[in-house]
């Protein structure tokens, strides 16, 4: 099961079917289903190279988890979507080293369902939890910030080791120089943050979309090794 996106063999799925709204992200309006301005015929992107001197922010950031390659060549694109999100799933199940939820996971990406998917992410929340929960183990004053509003805060210096930031909104923060061990970063919101030297090498659910999407990245030796 391929978890890392490879565009160069792949149809430019994301930019037909995702929508998007003019904003911080998008330079314009799109709508699900039309085609980019910026795609050409051979579904590449005309613009690549220039895409944040071109407003286009939120395409640096996306990542399909390899579900674009995956769907165009089993002729399944129709199901792009769907495969998008187990193999989202699946980037989760393999960090948490769960085998048997791992093998559902790629079962049904090969016919997924609606069903499928709700059923499958419903069992896997207890399993990333669980997880999440023996890494965080050694740091017992790891702080609690599950779901905290984060955005904008100055977090330097402050001892985010075995941190819960579990769907926190981290938009624009500053976490230079912070270490991450055994922090869950599962949904969390790092939209314009900044993570110049900070460490999260050893963090927990850490996805490229999301390190795609801050303002200063961590350095190499500070970004976990499955996205350097």
């Not at 220039?50 to 395409?59: K, V």
């Not at 969390?188 to 200063?216: E, I, K, N, Y």
Request: a negative charge.
């Amino acid at each position: 099961m391929e978890l890392a996106a490879d565009c160069s063999r792949c149809v430019g799925l994301c930019c037909v079917v995702l929508p998007f709204q003019r904003s911080a992200d998008f330079a314009f309006d799109k709508a699900p289903g039309e085609v980019c301005r910026h795609l050409a015929d051979d579904h590449r992107c005309k613009i690549h190279a220039s895409l944040l001197e071109d407003g286009m922010r939120g395409c640096v950031a996306y990542d399909c988890f390899g579900a674009g390659q995956t769907v165009t060549a089993a002729g399944r694109t129709a199901d792009f979507l769907l495969v998008e999100q187990v193999h989202e799933i699946a980037w989760y199940l393999e960090e948490a080293g769960d085998a048997a939820l791992l093998a559902e996971a790629e079962r049904l990406a090969d016919a997924p369902t609606v069903d499928g998917v709700v059923d499958l992410r419903a069992r896997v929340v207890p399993a990333l939890r669980a997880a999440a929960e023996r890494a965080r183990a050694p740091y017992p004053d790891g702080p609690d910030l599950a779901g905290a509003d984060l955005a904008g805060a100055d977090l330097r210096g402050r001892d985010l080791r075995g941190a819960d930031l579990r769907g926190a909104v981290l938009i624009g923060a500053t976490l230079d120089g912070c270490d991450l061990v055994g922090a869950d970063l599962l949904g969390a919101d790092l939209r314009g943050a900044s993570l110049a030297g900070a460490d999260l090498s050893r963090a927990l659910f850490v996805t490229r979309r999301q390190l795609g999407s801050v303002r200063t990245p961590p350095p190499r030796e500070g970004t976990p090794a499955r996205l350097s």
